[in-house]
T-cell receptor
Framework: GESVGLHLPTLSVQEGDNSIINCAYSNSASDYFIWYKQESGKGPQFIID?????DKRQGQRVTVLLNKTVKHLSLQIAATQPGDSAVYFC???????????????FGQGTTLQVKP | ETGVTQTPRHLVMGMTNKKSLKCEQH?????MYWYKQSAKKPLELMFV???????ENNSVPSRFSPECPNSSHLFLHLHTLQPEDSALYLCASSPITGAGYNEQFFGPGTRLTVL
C-alpha cells in the first residue's frame, strides 16, 4: 500500500543554522501535503501545507518544497531555534473521497534536536 | 490551543475495565477523526466521522467503539482492551470543503495505558 516516509529518524542541528527535513511519498495521486510539528505532550500542530500545483511555498521561517517527479517533500526551517525542537511529520492527502473529508497518511516522523 | 480538547489526558485501565475517551471541538468543523499513535510508528487513522456519520473504519477491533452524537463531540468507548492497545489516542477535526484539501486540527491526546 501507499506510505509516506522520512529519510532520517533524527536530525541534530546547531542553533541558528538552517534545518532541512525530508519526506518521500509513494502515491502519485496525492495532491495535498502538510507538515506537522509535535512537541512532547502535545498533539500535532499544523506548520505549512502545499498543493500539488505548486513547487514551493513559504511561511514564517519555514519553506516547503515539493518535487512531484521524484515524489519528494522537504521542510526547511531558517535560523533554527531551541523552540523548534520537536518531531516533524509529513502527511499526504489522497484527495477528496465521497465523504469529502480527505484522508491523511502520515510518515513516521523526524525528531529535530537543536543544540545551543 | 488548537480548539480541540480531549479528556482525560491520561488513563490507566485494566483489561476488564470499560472507559470512554472524549473529544470536543470548538471550531465549527463537520468532520472528526480518531488516530492511534504508538511509539516509532506513524499515526494510524482509526475512525472518521463526516456530518456525524461514520465514513471510515480502518479495520479497528470491535473493542474500540466510536460515537459521534453531534458535530462538536466525539467519543471512543473502550472495553476489554489489550496491553498492546496502550498508546496516545489523538482526536482531530477538519472542515468539509468538498475539495479534500482539509487541514486537520489535533487535540493534545489521551495517553492510555492498559495493564
Amino acid at each position: 500500500g501507499e506510505s509516506v516516509g522520512l529519510h532520517l529518524p533524527t536530525l541534530s542541528v546547531q542553533e541558528g543554522d538552517n534545518s532541512i527535513i525530508n519526506c518521500a511519498y509513494s502515491n502519485s495521486a496525492s495532491d495535498y501535503f502538510i507538515w506537522y510539528k509535535q512537541e512532547s505532550g502535545k498533539g500535532p500542530q499544523f506548520i505549512i501545507d502545499i498543493r500539488s500545483n505548486m513547487d514551493k511555498r513559504q511561511g514564517q521561517r519555514v519553506t516547503v518544497l515539493l518535487n512531484k517527479t521524484v515524489k519528494h517533500l522537504s521542510l526547511q526551517i531558517a535560523a533554527t531555534q531551541p523552540g523548534d525542537s520537536a518531531v516533524y511529520f509529513c502527511a499526504e492527502n489522497t484527495g477528496a473521497d465521497s465523504s469529502n473529508t480527505g484522508k491523511l497518511i502520515f510518515g513516521q516522523g523526524t525528531t529535530l534536536q537543536v543544540k545551543p | 490551543e488548537t480548539g480541540v480538547t480531549q479528556t482525560p489526558r491520561h488513563l490507566v485501565m485494566g483489561m476488564t475495565n470499560k472507559k470512554s475517551l472524549k473529544c470536543e471541538q470548538h471550531l465549527g468543523h463537520n468532520a472528526m477523526y480518531w488516530y492511534k499513535q504508538s511509539a516509532k510508528k506513524p499515526l494510524e487513522l482509526m475512525f472518521v466521522y463526516s456530518l456525524e456519520e461514520r465514513v471510515e473504519n480502518n479495520s479497528v477491533p470491535s473493542r474500540f467503539s466510536p460515537e459521534c452524537p453531534n458535530s462538536s463531540h466525539l467519543f471512543l468507548h473502550l472495553h476489554t482492551l489489550q496491553p498492546e492497545d496502550s498508546a496516545l489516542y489523538l482526536c482531530a477535526s477538519s472542515p468539509i470543503t468538498g475539495a479534500g484539501y482539509n487541514e486537520q486540527f489535533f487535540g493534545p491526546g489521551t495517553r492510555l495505558t492498559v495493564l
